[in-house]
């Protein structure tokens, strides 16, 4: 393996748990009926559309005239997103604050939407460790484009093979692979000290 220069974290699911259930669990009360909600109307896939760049307010009219019948809760995930983000994965930050503390330069690529990161990023103070992140929403970039880690390189400095990749999605991670990058398919903390630490940048 070649020396890793810098460790680049997603973090959705890496640094910080999402789940668009939550959104609902209290006006959704009953778990199926809150499941059926995520998987047809509010869903992943539809959110994923404001992450590559797709404004909020050409969405939410969309959606509402698709299923008029939801509309409040279709404009709760604009107003409630925050919601859908319940707090740290478990370990995740300890590590960024001992590569840190190793003088390991840290970034992250992240699928988030632009107009959602303003209120998002103040809540968890372990991203100002991280000298950059590219947002997908900002760059109207996704991951897992090809596009989106070139954009990496050349703001983070350093070729993809100088860098690991830590992502929960082994679709992001086969992309940055196939250009180039080093990668780590993120499961759990304690898989991602271990990987690091065979690489030389802990202890």
């Known amino acids: 393996m070649a020396r890793i220069e810098a460790v680049v974290f997603d973090i959705g699911k890496v640094l910080v ?9 209290d006006l959704i009360p009953d778990s199926e009926q809150r499941d059926w909600f995520v998987t047809h109307v509010v869903t992943p896939e539809w ?13 939410l009219p969309e959606r509402i005239a698709d ?8 404009r709760r995930y604009a107003s409630h997103f925050n919601d859908s983000i319940p707090g740290p994965v478990h370990g995740t930050a300890d590590l960024v604050e001992a590569l840190h503390a190793k003088g390991v ?8 939407g632009a107009e959602f990161w303003p209120d998002f990023a ?5 991203l100002e460790r991280f000298r950059d992140i590219v947002i ?39 992309a940055a692979r196939a250009c180039g990058w080093q990668g780590h398919h993120f499961t759990n903390a304690a898989g991602l000290e271990a990987d690091l630490a065979s690489r030389g940048l802990l202890g």
């Open 105 to 112: 330069p840290l970034f992250a690529i992240t699928n988030f």
């Open 17 to 25: 748990e999402w789940d668009l259930r939550l959104i609902y669990r």
């Open 122 to 126: 103040p809540r968890f103070p372990v």
């Open 67 to 74: 299923y008029p019948e939801h509309e409040a809760l279709i």
């Open 47 to 59: 959110h994923f559309q404001h992450d590559a760049g797709r404004p909020l307010a050409e969405m």
């Open 136 to 174: 997908s929403g900002v760059e109207q970039l996704a991951k897992p484009d090809p596009a989106i880690y070139a954009l990496a390189e050349h703001r983070f400095g350093l070729p993809g093979s100088a860098m690991l990749f830590v992502d929960d999605n082994e679709h992001n991670i086969a």
